[in-house]
Protein backbone atom coordinates (compact mmCIF):
# COMPACT_ATOMS: atom_id res chain seq x y z
CA UNK A 1 0.00 0.00 0.00
CA UNK A 2 1.37 3.47 -0.90
CA UNK A 3 2.18 5.72 2.10
CA UNK A 4 0.61 9.31 1.21
CA UNK A 5 2.07 12.20 2.43
CA UNK A 6 0.36 15.48 2.94
CA UNK A 7 2.45 18.45 2.64
CA UNK A 8 1.77 22.01 3.79
CA UNK A 9 3.72 24.87 2.03
CA UNK A 10 2.53 27.28 3.92
CA UNK A 11 2.63 25.87 7.34
CA UNK A 12 6.34 25.76 8.57
CA UNK A 13 7.26 24.73 12.03
CA UNK A 14 7.40 27.78 14.50
CA UNK A 15 10.13 27.40 17.89
CA UNK A 16 9.08 30.62 19.18
CA UNK A 17 7.03 30.08 22.67
CA UNK A 18 7.01 32.02 25.95
CA UNK A 19 7.95 29.22 28.06
CA UNK A 20 11.64 27.66 27.43
CA UNK A 21 11.16 25.07 30.11
CA UNK A 22 12.00 22.03 28.71
CA UNK A 23 8.91 19.16 29.55
CA UNK A 24 10.02 17.06 32.67
CA UNK A 25 9.44 13.70 32.62
CA UNK A 26 9.51 11.11 35.40
CA UNK A 27 10.14 7.57 35.45
CA UNK A 28 9.42 5.52 38.35
CA UNK A 29 9.06 1.79 39.40
CA UNK A 30 11.94 1.03 37.05
CA UNK A 31 10.41 2.72 34.27
CA UNK A 32 6.95 0.76 34.50
CA UNK A 33 4.75 4.30 35.56
CA UNK A 34 6.23 7.20 33.71
CA UNK A 35 4.86 10.82 33.16
CA UNK A 36 4.90 14.33 31.24
CA UNK A 37 4.75 17.43 33.25
CA UNK A 38 2.51 20.56 31.76
CA UNK A 39 0.59 23.23 32.85
CA UNK A 40 -3.21 23.73 32.04
CA UNK A 41 -6.07 25.83 32.81
CA UNK A 42 -6.04 23.85 36.74
CA UNK A 43 -2.62 24.53 37.33
CA UNK A 44 0.59 22.13 37.44
CA UNK A 45 -0.40 18.68 36.23
CA UNK A 46 1.51 15.44 34.85
CA UNK A 47 -0.04 13.14 31.91
CA UNK A 48 1.34 9.24 32.16
CA UNK A 49 0.52 6.00 31.63
CA UNK A 50 1.12 2.67 34.02
CA UNK A 51 1.77 -0.56 32.84
CA UNK A 52 -0.14 -3.79 34.52
CA UNK A 53 1.59 -3.82 38.00
CA UNK A 54 0.34 -3.01 41.89
CA UNK A 55 2.03 0.41 42.64
CA UNK A 56 2.24 2.38 45.96
CA UNK A 57 2.23 6.00 45.90
CA UNK A 58 2.76 8.82 48.05
CA UNK A 59 1.96 12.36 47.83
CA UNK A 60 3.56 15.61 48.22
CA UNK A 61 0.56 17.93 47.47
CA UNK A 62 -3.27 17.05 47.39
CA UNK A 63 -4.03 15.82 44.00
CA UNK A 64 -6.79 14.43 41.08
CA UNK A 65 -6.51 11.89 39.24
CA UNK A 66 -8.62 11.10 36.51
CA UNK A 67 -8.61 8.27 34.40
CA UNK A 68 -8.38 8.46 30.57
CA UNK A 69 -7.99 5.03 29.30
CA UNK A 70 -7.89 1.31 30.34
CA UNK A 71 -9.03 0.32 34.36
CA UNK A 72 -7.44 1.68 37.36
CA UNK A 73 -8.14 -0.05 41.29
CA UNK A 74 -6.93 2.18 43.82
CA UNK A 75 -7.10 1.80 47.49
CA UNK A 76 -7.01 5.14 49.15
CA UNK A 77 -6.21 6.08 53.03
CA UNK A 78 -8.93 4.38 54.92
CA UNK A 79 -11.21 3.58 51.88
CA UNK A 80 -12.00 -0.17 50.40
CA UNK A 81 -10.37 -1.22 46.94
CA UNK A 82 -12.67 0.84 43.97
CA UNK A 83 -12.58 0.41 40.57
CA UNK A 84 -11.63 3.40 38.19
CA UNK A 85 -13.01 3.65 34.67
CA UNK A 86 -12.11 6.63 31.65
CA UNK A 87 -13.24 9.66 33.09
CA UNK A 88 -13.78 8.92 36.21
CA UNK A 89 -11.52 10.61 39.26
CA UNK A 90 -10.28 10.28 42.75
CA UNK A 91 -8.74 12.91 44.84
CA UNK A 92 -5.86 12.52 47.30
CA UNK A 93 -4.80 14.66 50.23
CA UNK A 94 -1.12 15.81 50.41
CA UNK A 95 1.40 13.89 53.08
CA UNK A 96 -0.84 10.26 52.02
CA UNK A 97 0.23 7.14 50.53
CA UNK A 98 -2.27 4.88 48.57
CA UNK A 99 -1.92 2.04 46.37
CA UNK A 100 -3.43 1.03 42.71
CA UNK A 101 -3.37 -2.03 40.87
CA UNK A 102 -3.74 -2.64 36.92
CA UNK A 103 -4.61 -5.85 34.66
CA UNK A 104 -3.79 -3.50 31.30
CA UNK A 105 -1.99 -0.21 30.83
CA UNK A 106 -3.51 2.52 32.15
CA UNK A 107 -3.38 6.20 30.91
CA UNK A 108 -3.82 9.25 33.55
CA UNK A 109 -3.52 13.03 34.35
CA UNK A 110 -3.19 14.07 37.56
CA UNK A 111 -3.78 17.51 38.90
CA UNK A 112 -1.62 19.14 41.80
CA UNK A 113 -3.74 21.51 43.88
Given at each position: ?????????????????????P????????G???????????????????????????T??????????????????????????????????????????????V???????
Amino acid sequence: MPVIMFICPNIKPNMSTTDTTPVSHNSYFEGMVQSLGLLTEKGKATVGVMKAGKYTFGTSSAEEMVIISGELSAKLPECEWAIYLPEQSFTIAANESFDVSCDMDVAYICYYQ
